[in-house]
């Protein structure tokens, strides 16, 4: 079954304590993307990637790192997470250009940081 | 710059009665242009898109969206709502050739029996 998915899905944490959400997809797509969605402002986008090694900064990059070591994974990293990172978080995919290819988007991790 | 607003946080239908959700976009560039449904704890589905085509587009639970140049909107609508429509939907748009989507800030429908 062609998908994308996120762990862990639901995770509590500490200020300052570092993690990772990990992200997958089977659909040998070479565009995945990270968001954040937060009440009333719909989705931004933090980061993206265009192809393995080939990453960007999106909207909100603050705070954040990712990586693009495979084609299939694509790592969201909080160095030292903080509440205003709070958040429920959005891993998306596409085959290449995101205007014109649909993105599938993963079931997403609710992120809260203490 | 590219931004879309999405007129009513809130839309509340009874069930049988038509939908509409209101959608407008700027774009500098001629853009591609969706609706994406979130199901309660659920991630995010694609209902419909345009890239310039048809500009009545036909999407997937009887939902459609017309494109209209002139006024700059992408409305969606249902003739019939159903139960298993009440979720959030976002209006998204992705400048021409360019990389990226942008989210409108998502309108909430609640179907009442």
């Known amino acids: 079954e062609a998908q994308v998915t996120q762990n862990p899905r639901y995770l509590i944490t500490v200020t300052g304590k570092k993690l990772t959400v990990t992200c997958s997809q089977n659909?040998?797509?070479?565009?995945m993307s990270w968001y954040r969605q937060d009440p009333g402002l719909g989705l931004r986008q933090i980061y993206y990637?265009?192809?393995?090694?080939?990453?960007d900064k999106g909207d909100v990059p603050e705070g954040y790192k990712v990586s693009r070591k495979e084609k299939r994974n694509f790592p969201l990293i909080l160095e030292s997470p903080s509440p205003n990172q709070t958040s429920l978080y959005f891993c998306?995919?596409?085959?290449?250009?995101?205007?014109?290819?649909?993105?599938?988007f993963g079931p997403g991790t609710r992120l809260t940081v203490l | 710059a590219q931004s879309v607003t999405q007129l009513d946080s809130h839309v509340s239908v009874s069930e049988g009665t038509p939908v509409l959700l209101r959608c407008n976009y700027s774009?500098?560039?001629?853009?591609?242009l969706f609706w994406y449904v979130q199901h309660p704890n659920k991630g995010l589905q694609l209902l419909l898109k345009?890239?310039?085509?048809?500009?009545l587009v036909k999407g997937i639970n009887g939902f459609e969206a017309e494109f209209k140049k002139s006024e700059t909107s992408f409305h969606l609508t249902k003739p019939s709502a159903h139960m298993s429509d009440a979720a959030e939907y976002f209006c998204?748009?992705?400048?021409?050739?360019?990389?990226?989507?942008?989210f409108g800030a998502g309108t909430r429908l609640a179907v009442h029996p």
């Open positions: 998306a995919s596409s085959f290449s250009l995101a205007g014109v290819n649909t993105q599938y």
């Open positions: 659909m040998n797509h070479e565009y």
């Open positions: 990637s265009m192809n393995v090694e080939v990453t």
């Open positions: 774009s500098s560039y001629s853009p591609s």
């Open positions: 345009y890239t310039s085509a048809a500009t």
């Open positions: 998204v748009v992705s400048p021409g050739g360019y990389n990226k989507l942008i």
